[in-house]
């Protein structure tokens, strides 16, 4: 899929930011992964690695929306500022796109935006779950998938 960018200082606060040394990476990462499975996603071989503020991200997923949101959730996690994608997926699929969330957005002015309907705000909720938990819990700096409405 590729190489994401991030706000770094955006995101949840999975691990302490300090000076990176090898072994915070490795703790960085093991976290990261935890928080990934925690979540309930079915990756096959899945293997983190964080160097600074990249994290690179192998294994094998079912659904191409599975990779979407584990990149997703690994890269809004404050101190991250990308994220290498190196997972495959079975069931190839169009890759979403994604919008990087401003100040005094809401789902239903981002669903405006791109569906030309604020009520399709649900489609962007449902695409970004499990990581939104409200559709009102959305922040600065956040990045959401958008995914191509059916026809």
Request: glycine share 8%; net charge negative.
């Amino acid at each position: 899929m590729g190489i994401f960018s991030f706000i770094k200082d955006a995101g949840a606060k999975v691990f302490g930011i300090g000076k990176s040394t090898a072994e915070e990476n490795v703790e960085r990462a093991a976290s990261l992964k935890k928080v990934v499975t925690d979540l309930g996603f079915d990756v096959k071989n899945f293997a983190i690695e964080v160097d600074d503020e990249t994290a690179k991200l192998s294994g094998e997923v079912a659904a191409q929306a599975t990779r979407e949101k584990i990149v997703l959730v690994v890269g809004n996690t404050a101190g991250i500022s990308s994220v290498e994608d190196n997972m495959t997926v079975e069931e190839k699929a169009p890759m979403a796109q994604f919008h990087t969330v401003e100040r005094g957005d809401t789902l239903g002015k981002i669903a405006k935006t791109y569906y030309g309907n604020a009520m399709k705000y649900p489609v962007i909720f449902e695409a970004n779950k499990p990581m939104l938990k409200h559709p009102d819990k959305i922040y600065p700096g956040q990045v959401l998938r958008i995914p191509a409405l059916d026809s």
